[in-house]
């Protein structure tokens, strides 16, 4: 059994794989814990679904809040007695990373754009709904070359609550219609389908400019948190795939298995 853990801004998700297949998966609120805490929370997760920590083979993590890092690679070696493979720690990828400056590109991203180009052949987009709203490109030849970086959903939510005097916190949920008759539906609509405007929009202009390298349409493909709400609305999306980064890790994984 593997433990995949991708820890992101807002949500951390732990998946527990037997092979290629997610046998189980919890979503928790990212915070700081100890490693104490940490480890003993995987344990009652695990234990709720009949999971012994024995029968854990590794773990792979992918990190976005470095301060958490020391405290879950601890607790995986003090309770479930393996080492973490840490994404981005000089790991092999089997993917060139052609941007400015690789070393800033977020391990969730090169985790992405590795499950993606396992599963189609390139050029590919990959959106991914999280605390930001990333869009990442593989180009034809499989390597990583950028992407965007938007706000993320939630946060525009907040922001609209947060910054006017007389407009309340609404739901997240797709609304019938674009035209809202009252403050709520207007509101919906407005965070709705103008986020999936934003993603629309963007991934068309990533499509274009892969193609134009290239010659070859792009596929676009959307996963994390509300990639089935929000990606199942975009035109420019391809495919949902909300595991992907679970599988990425996954692959990642078995693919410096014999390095460890």
């Known amino acids: 059994?593997?433990?995949?853990?991708?820890?992101?801004?807002?949500?951390?998700?732990?998946?527990?794989?037997?092979?290629?297949?997610?046998?189980?998966?919890?979503?928790?609120?990212?915070?700081?814990?100890?490693?104490?805490?940490?480890?003993?929370l995987m344990l009652q997760l695990f234990e709720?679904?009949?999971?012994?920590?024995?029968?854990?083979?590794?773990?792979?993590?992918?990190?976005?809040?470095?301060?958490?890092?020391?405290?879950?690679?601890?607790?995986?070696?003090?309770?479930?007695?393996?080492?973490?493979?840490?994404?981005?720690?000089g790991i092999r990828t089997g993917m060139r990373v052609r941007t400015d400056n690789p070393r800033e590109v977020g391990a969730d991203r090169i985790v992405n754009a590795v499950a993606a180009l396992e599963r189609h052949e390139g050029p590919l987009v990959i959106v991914d709904f999280g605390t930001a709203t990333t869009f990442d490109c593989v180009s034809i030849d499989g390597d990583y070359v950028g992407g965007a970086i938007a706000p993320g959903f939630r946060i525009s939510a907040d922001a609209l609550f947060e910054r006017t005097a007389q407009l309340p916190r609404v739901e997240v949920e797709r609304p019938e219609r674009a035209i809202g008759t009252n403050t709520v539906a207007s509101m919906q609509s407005g965070l709705f389908w103008g986020y999936v405007g934003l993603v629309d929009g963007l991934a068309r202009r990533?499509?274009?400019?892969?193609?134009?390298?290239?010659?070859?349409?792009?596929?676009?493909?959307?996963?994390?948190?509300?990639?089935?709400?929000?990606?199942?609305?975009?035109?420019?999306?391809?495919?949902?795939?909300?595991?992907?980064?679970?599988?990425?890790?996954?692959?990642?994984?078995?693919?410096?298995?014999?390095?460890?």
């Open 48 to 89: 709720h679904v009949g999971l012994a920590p024995g029968q854990v083979a590794g773990a792979a993590v992918s990190c976005v809040v470095p301060s958490l890092l020391f405290n879950i690679e601890k607790a995986c070696r003090r309770y479930l007695s393996v080492d973490a493979m840490v994404v981005g720690r």
């Open 206 to 260: 990533c499509k274009e400019e892969l193609a134009a390298r290239s010659g070859k349409e792009a596929r676009c493909l959307a996963t994390g948190g509300l990639a089935h709400l929000i990606g199942g609305a975009c035109d420019e999306v391809d495919e949902v795939d909300a595991d992907l980064t679970l599988q990425g890790l996954r692959l990642l994984w078995s693919l410096n298995r014999r390095r460890r």
């Open 1 to 40: 059994m593997l433990i995949v853990i991708d820890v992101g801004n807002t949500n951390t998700v732990i998946g527990a794989l037997q092979g290629e297949r997610i046998v189980h998966r919890w979503r928790i609120s990212t915070l700081s814990r100890t490693t104490d805490e940490f480890g003993m």
